[in-house]
């Protein structure tokens, strides 16, 4: 009898088509939102193996909804959303991907810094609304990222690497920190000590992108912007990273 695979959500039509060579798969044709509990937990009532995505969340629920799952096989280079420890008491092999996404990630956080720098997104949609303030209005008036400062939390990591070369191309100055010093000379790093297994990276300069590793010591992770005209823009490149403004002084974009 050949397994049963449910797939979270629709993935690579090529993956699709190997694993129907070997097994017969279902998949979950909604990708416009994560697929819920119910729906989920009576998907793995039915199956042999779940794979499952990033932000599916594989709990101690979903694991016992079938005592005869076989595996769970994610999408991601990291098991966090996955109770790897209840997999493992109930003989449960869970498997991730190898790290092939780091240069995808770098390019799109160097998207989005420029896209926030420059007011892309409003000048987009104000074009849409049928609105154009003339080519040289100031209306718009964003702010350059060449040779401002970047720092990078957790920058030593595939992702942070990648970011800094990039910047090294707009001629900006990097910082970073990481656990361990990198030795190619990547960047020069300004580090703090604080309490109880905190860390605080003082950045001077603009346009500071975080990129915190899985690592306990990432929950304890602040960054402080320190520019006397309160300017400054925070990224998050990391899985599940949220970043909260703890200042009035500074404004959030987005989430």
Not at 9 to 32: F, G, K, T, W, Y
Not at 47 to 63: G, K
Request: charge should be positive.
């Amino acid at each position: 009898m050949r397994p049963r695979i449910f797939v979270t959500q629709p993935v690579s039509r090529s993956a699709i088509e190997r694993l129907r060579r070997v097994a017969s798969v279902r998949v979950n044709p909604d990708s416009s939102r994560i697929i819920p509990k119910k729906a989920l937990l009576a998907a793995v009532r039915a199956s042999d193996i779940v794979f499952s995505l990033l932000h599916d969340r594989i709990d101690r629920e979903v694991l016992a909804a079938n005592p005869k799952l076989a595996a769970v096989a994610s999408q991601s280079i990291t098991p966090d959303n996955i109770d790897v420890a209840e997999a493992t008491r109930r003989k449960i092999p869970v498997t991730v991907v190898p790290p092939i996404v780091a240069e995808a990630t770098a390019d799109l956080t160097f998207g989005l810094m420029l896209t926030v720098a420059r007011r892309m997104v409003e000048g987009d949609r104000l074009v849409h609304r049928g609105r154009f303030p003339g080519a040289q209005s100031s209306h718009l008036l964003g702010t350059a990222l060449y040779g401002k400062t970047i720092g990078l939390v957790g920058g030593g990591g595939r992702i942070g690497t990648g970011v800094a070369r990039r910047a090294r191309g707009f001629d900006m100055r990097v910082l970073y920190w990481s656990p361990r010093r990198k030795p190619d000379g990547l960047a020069s790093a300004v580090l703090k000590g604080g309490n109880a297994g905190r860390a605080r990276i003082v950045v001077r300069g603009e346009g500071p992108n975080l990129r915190l590793p899985a690592l306990p010591l990432s929950l304890g992770v602040a960054v402080q912007l320190r520019r006397s005209d309160g300017t400054g823009a925070c990224w998050g490149a990391a899985h599940d990273f949220i970043v909260r403004n703890r200042s009035d002084r500074y404004t959030a974009k987005g989430n």
